[in-house]
């Protein structure tokens, strides 16, 4: 089993059981150059917001994508823009992914913005 394929195991698990008590999902995608987040509605079918280092406005603020700095401004972006939907509570959902470095600065940053998870 390489990598990738076990990341997308450990991610099954964590969407089933978000899935199961049906809470919105703040989901993430990570790349080597880019982070991505979206906040996903409870149902699973719709995209209700998001947020990511290669969207115009954040490109201007952080000239690399793929660092700390440009992981925290993605996650406060995608807070504010989620309170401004009023959205406060959100299941996070890593996609498998270890929580350190860029995904923990994502998260920290969400929270701070005022999404609770």
């Known amino acids: 089993m390489n990598t990738k394929q076990s990341r997308i195991r450990r991610a099954r698990k964590t969407r ?46 952080v000239p690399n994508g793929g660092n700390v700095a440009a992981a925290t401004a993605v996650g406060k972006r995608l807070a504010e823009k989620a309170k401004g939907l009023g959205i406060e509570k959100v299941a996070f959902d890593r996609a498998g992914f270890k929580f350190h470095g860029r995904v923990k600065a994502l998260a920290e940053a969400a929270r701070e913005g005022g999404l609770v998870f």
Request: proline share 0%.
């Open 16 to 61: 089933a059981k978000i899935a199961a008590v049906k809470a919105i999902r703040l989901a993430i995608l990570r790349t080597n150059t880019h982070i991505y987040a979206q906040i996903i509605s409870a149902d699973g079918g719709t995209v209700l917001t998001s947020a990511s280092t290669n969207d115009k406005e954040m490109r201007s603020l």
